[in-house]
């Protein structure tokens, strides 16, 4: 069975701290994602990441960075964190090749205050 | 730009009801459809759909896909209490990353 797991259920952190979330996977899957989940719009993708030190801009990654040094890890980096980034962050990995098919973590619930 | 549209948003139904989740599409590259299941934890994958017309089934639950209308559905029959859930329908097109494009989601609450 594929493992997706992320380091933290629930965040609370302040305005302007720097908000590091990590996932790791023990699938050797290349591909990793970084989305947030808001009620009514659906999960939206941040950043993916298709090797490693390769990543490339989603849909919303204003606001946020990506590292991935290692095959099995991805970090999701707030530099500053904000009230808007108040968010469910939910965290994907994919095998190369023709599947699309995504396994997710749990999700890191982040409060910023 | 890839877009999906699920509804109804939300369903409230009694167990043993049988309901009908829709997700209509648009896209420029199409590759697969995905379904996927998420209580208060991780999405799991439940069905990917490639060709129009063939029934994919697992259990109670079922989905087809209409590559020239442009839409999916999801079938669950006799529900149970169990199945209350958000149902997430995801598109994968354009790149051969993998990208998938989200629908807004249906949360689908089972009363007993």
């Known amino acids: 069975d594929v493992k997706v797991t992320q380091s933290s259920r629930y965040l609370v952190k302040r305005t302007g701290e720097k908000v590091f979330l990590e996932c790791v996977q023990d699938?050797?899957?290349?591909?990793m994602f970084w989305y947030r989940q808001d009620p009514g719009l659906g999960l939206r993708l941040i950043y993916f990441?298709?090797?490693?030190?390769?990543?490339e801009k989603g849909d919303i990654p204003e606001g946020y960075s990506v590292s991935r040094e290692k095959k099995e890890r991805f970090s999701l980096i707030l530099e500053s964190a904000s009230t808007n980034q108040t968010s469910m962050y939910l965290c994907?990995?994919?095998?190369?090749?023709?599947?699309?098919?995504?396994?997710f973590g749990a999700g890191t619930r982040l409060s910023v205050l | 730009e890839d877009k999906v549209v699920q509804s109804p948003l939300s369903l409230v139904v009694h167990e043993g009801d049988t309901v009908t989740l829709n997700c209509s599409y648009e896209?420029?590259?199409?590759?697969?459809l995905l379904w996927y299941k998420q209580e208060k934890k991780a999405p799991t994958f439940l069905f990917m759909l490639t060709s129009s017309g063939i029934e994919k089934k697992s259990g109670r639950l079922s989905s087809i896909l209409d590559k020239k209308e442009l839409f999916s559905i999801l079938n669950i029959t006799a529900t149970q209490t169990g199945d209350s859930a958000v149902y997430l329908c995801a598109l994968a097109g354009g790149t051969s990353y993998g990208k998938l494009t989200f629908g807004q989601g249906t949360i689908l609450t089972v009363h007993p």
């Open positions: 896209v420029t590259n199409f590759r697969s």
């Open positions: 699938m050797d899957h290349e591909n």
């Open positions: 990441s298709y090797d490693v030190k390769m990543k």
């Open positions: 994907a990995s994919r095998s190369g090749g023709g599947r699309n098919i995504q396994y």
